[in-house]
C-alpha cells in the first residue's frame, strides 16, 4: 500500500474522491474536507511546506499542485530532498477530469480513475441538462479578493461555471486566469449578481456591509438589487468535484423554482433539482 501526502486542499479531495482511504498519510494545513481527514498528520501550510515533516512520514508519493499561485518553492524543495513527486496544474473542469485517470494511474488504480473522471462529467451533464432555457443572460461578477480587486478571467474554471448555468462571466473578456480591476470598474459592467469567494477566507468572516459600504457601489443596481451573496470558498476556488457543489449553488440562485440550495457532503448526491 502507497503511503501518499496531499500538499493542497484540491488534491486532498481529488484523492477522498477516487476512493483512497488508508494510503493517505499526511496533509498540508489548509485542507479542511473531507472531514473524516483532519486527523491526519500535517506537514506545513501549503505554500511553505515543512520539508523535514513531511520526510518524517515516508511518503512514496507526494501531489502537489500549480493551480497554487507559489506552489513552485515547494516542488523544487521536494524535488531537491529526492521525495517522489506528482504535479497537477488543472485550469478547467475537463482537466480535473484528466487528473482522475493521471492519478489513477500513477497510484495503481486505473479503474478507479476512469470511473472518478466518468462520474464527475456525468453529473456536468445532468446539471447542464436541468438549466433552462431563457431569453435574457444574466451577467455574474466573482469577487476573489477586495483590496486590490481580483477577479476570474475567461481562462478560469469559474468561466466554465457560468456557462454552465446560462449565465456570463462580466470579466471573460479578459483572457487570463485572474484579472485586477478596481470596485469602479465591476459597478461600470453592471452585473446582476456579486458572489464573493474571497480566497482562503472563512464565509462567517465576510459581512454584506463590507460590500455595501462601497462609495463606487452607491446609488448603483449592485446595492439597489440585493444580489451580493457571500458563498463557500472551498466550492469554487479549488479544482475538484466540490466545484459541482458551487455549480449547484449558482443554479440555485439563478433558477430558485428549480434548484434546491445544495448542502456540504457528497457533491454527486443529485442535481438538487425541485420536485
Known sequence: MKRIISICPSNTEMLHFLGLREEVCGLDDFSDWPHTWQHLPRVGPDLD???????????????????????????????????????????????????????????????????????????????????????????????????????????????????????????????????????????????????????????????????TSRPAWQGTPLIEKGNIHILEEGWFCRPSPRLLLGVKQVAHLLYPDRFRAPEEGDPYQDTRLRP
Open 49 to 211: 511546506i515543512d520539508i523535514d515533516k513531511v520526510k518524517a512520514l515516508r511518503p512514496d508519493l507526494v501531489i502537489a499542485s500549480l493551480s497554487v499561485p507559489g506552489m513552485e518553492k515547494n516542488i523544487t524543495q521536494l524535488k531537491q530532498a529526492e521525495i517522489p513527486t506528482l504535479v497537477l496544474n488543472p485550469k478547467t473542469l475537463k482537466d480535473i477530469a484528466e487528473d482522475f485517470v493521471y492519478l489513477g494511474d500513477a497510484l495503481g488504480i486505473p479503474s478507479q480513475g476512469r470511473a472518478a473522471k466518468q462520474r464527475f462529467l456525468q453529473e456536468i451533464s445532468l446539471i447542464q441538462a436541468a438549466i433552462p432555457r431563457q431569453t435574457t443572460t444574466p451577467r455574474l461578477y466573482f469577487e476573489w479578493w477586495p483590496k486590490p480587486v481580483f477577479t476570474p478571467g475567461r481562462k478560469s474554471w469559474l468561466t466554465e461555471l457560468c456557462q454552465l448555468v446560462g449565465a456570463t462571466n462580466i470579466y471573460a473578456d479578459h483572457d487570463a486566469e485572474s484579472v485586477q480591476t478596481d470596485w469602479g470598474d465591476v459597478a461600470a459592467r453592471q452585473p446582476d449578481y456579486v458572489l464573493v469567494t474571497w480566497t482562503g477566507v472563512p464565509r462567517e468572516r465576510i459581512k454584506t456591509t463590507f460590500f
